[in-house]
């Protein structure tokens, strides 16, 4: 066997077990990619409305991530949304290296947890409007119908 035929081998062998980590690592921990089926806004104290940054997860569409950059509190920078047991929480702040990503699927704090700091109006409504307060934050989070605007 030559050297040309041996660092081909070599180089196929790493391309294969690339692709395979790859596969694996991306497969425990899928990535929050945005979304444009839900749109949200927030406000907080009496600053104008900001839009904020909607993401899902690629493996679990009833699981939406709101993104809220410039929330006072670092805590209430990202929420998160379980759309099938109508549930908001403040999960942690999601992984950026080496993609955007959570290291579990879950919701982290739900906001209506007795022991969370802040007491929390969460309203869920039938058309996809979903509204949770806690009297300084207000975040709105609609289903995406043409041309409509999250309002808080």
């Not at 806004?41 to 569409?61: C, E, F, I, P, R």
């Not at 047991?85 to 702040?93: C, I, K, Q, T, W």
Request: hydrophobic share 45%.
């Amino acid at each position: 066997m030559n050297f040309r035929n041996l660092a081909l081998a070599f180089v196929a062998v790493a391309i294969v077990c690339a692709i395979a980590f790859s596969f694996l690592f991306w497969s425990a921990r899928p990535p929050l990619l945005k979304t444009t089926d839900w749109n949200a806004s927030y406000q907080q104290n009496q600053d104008g409305q900001q839009t904020a940054q909607v993401y899902q997860l690629s493996s679990n569409k009833n699981l939406i991530f709101i993104h809220t950059p410039n929330a006072e509190k670092y805590r209430y920078r990202w929420f998160a949304l379980d759309l099938k047991h109508r549930m908001v929480g403040a999960p942690n702040s999601p992984w950026t290296f080496p993609y955007l990503h959570i290291q579990s699927a879950n919701i982290g704090i739900a906001l209506d947890f007795p022991k969370i700091e802040d007491t929390w109006k969460i309203d869920w409504q039938d058309d996809g409007h979903i509204v949770f307060t806690n009297g300084t934050l207000t975040v709105a989070v609609n289903q995406a119908k043409q041309g409509a605007v999250a309002n808080p």
